[in-house]
């Protein structure tokens, strides 16, 4: 027997030991037959196998991102504009109408990541710095967590929306003293606009796709799990997109989907029943159970700091969020919550316990996202329950520690992400980038979780929750595949399965912790092809990015 392709390497990361080893890696058709000493695999090499040898760069299975948002995330990582570097609501607006300006064919001016916490003035922006500078065209303005926007005047008037117009359910629209609408919309509010402006044809979304899968080949990762991004983003939700890219085979990348999770069984059953090839499948049903906590939406079980007479609130009824679970989990669908603030956490945790004793199931694997604020009670019962910790270390980076702090108060702050509490409290850790909230670069991720590194890159928050390189990797390969039932094919580089797999530029137990975030993908095989290579030149730089 003769393979398609052996890659070889000093270091080599299986995941099935705590170090890197030489090895080679050998692989046919779109599956690994073996792993083996790389005297052994001249065994395999034949005439028309391609062998690539990679020294002391680090080769690991690729990347599986255990929470993302694909289309959403395309379209503000490629067709919008980008307000993270903006320091002040003025300069967010110049930066919206230049682009504006440069983009003439685009009816709507969409963008993404503006965040008051990072602005010398930390009050939420108003819709009047919009329509002094673009008066005409309609604006709608994504805050970095994704859960409010900020619309200008026209945006506000095509959407219908003035003083009077009352806020769906777990939606604000904002108003001011005398009861003027100011262009802020909290959550379930923003679907009133996003349900024109998300309105792309056919061909956009294929750009979107496709602009996404490159995105992912490029940082070595081979899986990602699309979760359902609020009823802000049904509009961009088509998944007979994902089905067609997936049989003309042009997914580069495998596709585990969860869509809302809203009391429609039958539904969730009929596309259960049609995704389930091995690129592209429905993996379970996701809901938010709150907000956020800058948002003052996340659901604790103590009053907010700076804003005493709220504790936040559920997205849904909890009996009815309790019902849903019973129902789904009856099924057989695995079930993901959304769930920020520890009495969220808290309700997720018995929605699952209750589900599990009614209905005598075991082995589902549910997820909690986030868990940023958990009440160190509930720590335990992320082992005793059976749920996974699905978490985004990127998110330490996403703004100043302060904003938590002080809408939480110090006590509260000390158990936000709580990674390393978690794991050694039996609970399974899965990791993701929650992109387009943070960078979907997976290396990001693991600078974060290894440093703790807050918004400044100069200060540790909550230290002692570092965890290991070795169990942030497999957090970050083997945890997605367990999520979606797919350890026996993926996260780990084993004879018999299926060849995802990435190599890096060096060695990341070579070097220094803080170095990891400038370490690149070089090359990212799926299903045993090569999807992505780095420059032949680049191939061997020997040193991080």
Request: aromatic share 8%.
């Amino acid at each position: 027997m003769k393979a398609d392709l052996i890659l070889r390497g000093n270091k080599i990361f299986t995941g099935l030991a705590d170090q890197p080893e030489e090895a080679a890696v050998v692989i046919l058709g779109n599956k690994i037959v073996d792993v083996c000493s790389i005297e052994k695999s001249e065994d395999y090499a034949g005439e028309e196998t391609t062998v690539l040898t990679y020294h002391d760069q680090l080769i690991l299975p690729g990347f599986h991102d255990a929470h993302l948002h694909v289309i959403l995330g395309s379209l503000v990582e490629n067709f919008s504009v980008s307000l993270g570097e903006a320091r002040s609501e003025e300069e967010a607006a110049a930066i919206v109408k230049k682009y504006a300006d440069s983009h003439p064919e685009e009816e709507w001016i969409i963008g993404f990541g503006w965040d008051r916490n990072a602005w010398v003035n930390k009050n939420d922006p108003h819709k009047s710095s919009l329509d002094r500078l673009l008066p005409d065209r309609p604006v709608f303005l994504m805050n970095v967590e994704a859960h409010y926007g900020w619309a200008n005047s026209c945006a506000l008037e095509r959407a219908k929306i003035d003083n009077t117009t009352p806020a769906p359910d777990f939606g604000i629209i904002e108003k001011d003293e005398n009861g003027e609408v100011t262009g802020i919309l909290h959550e379930t509010a923003m679907v009133l606009i996003t349900r024109m402006a998300y309105h792309f044809s056919r061909e956009k979304q294929e750009a979107m796709l496709t602009a996404f899968l490159s995105h992912t080949a490029k940082h070595g990762i081979t899986s990602v799990d699309d979760l359902y991004a609020s009823r802000a983003n049904e509009a961009l939700e088509d998944f007979g997109l994902f089905k067609a890219f997936d049989e003309q085979g042009k997914l580069t990348t495998r596709i585990h989907f969860y869509p809302s999770m809203n009391g429609d069984i039958e539904r969730a059953k009929a596309l259960r029943d049609e995704f389930r090839s091995e690129k592209l499948q429905m993996s379970g049903l996701k809901q938010f159970i709150d907000g956020v906590v800058t948002g003052h939406t996340a659901y604790m079980l103590e009053p907010y700091r700076d804003k005493p007479g709220s504790h936040g609130e559920p997205a849904f009824p909890e009996e009815e969020i309790k019902k849903w679970v019973k129902e789904a989990e009856k099924e057989g669908f695995k079930i993901r919550f959304h769930a920020i603030g520890d009495r969220a956490i808290r309700l997720a945790l018995d929605s699952f316990m209750e589900a599990k004793k009614e209905n005598q199931t075991s082995g589902l694997r549910h997820a909690i996202e986030h868990v940023e604020v958990i009440h160190p009670a509930d720590i335990p019962r992320f082992a005793e329950v059976g749920a996974i910790a699905s978490m985004q270390p990127i998110h330490l980076a996403l703004m100043p520690k302060e904003s938590y702090t002080d809408v939480l108060g110090m006590e509260q702050s000390r158990y936000c992400y709580a990674i390393k509490t978690l794991q050694e409290a039996g609970a399974r850790l899965a990791f993701g980038s929650d992109f387009p909230v943070a960078p979907i670069n997976p290396l990001l991720g693991l600078h974060r979780a290894l440093t703790r590194m807050d918004y400044t890159g100069t200060e540790p928050w909550n230290e002692a929750e570092k965890i290991a390189l070795a169990d942030a990797i497999r957090s970050y390969t083997l945890g997605g595949a367990f999520g979606v039932h797919r350890e026996h094919e993926l996260g780990t580089l084993e004879m018999g399965k299926l060849a995802d797999i990435a190599v890096l530029d060096c060695d990341l137990f070579s070097i220094p912790a803080d170095e990891i975030k400038n370490a690149k993908t070089v090359l990212t095989v799926m299903d045993g092809k090569m999807v992505y290579e780095r420059e032949r030149s680049k191939r061997f730089a020997g040193s991080c990015g």
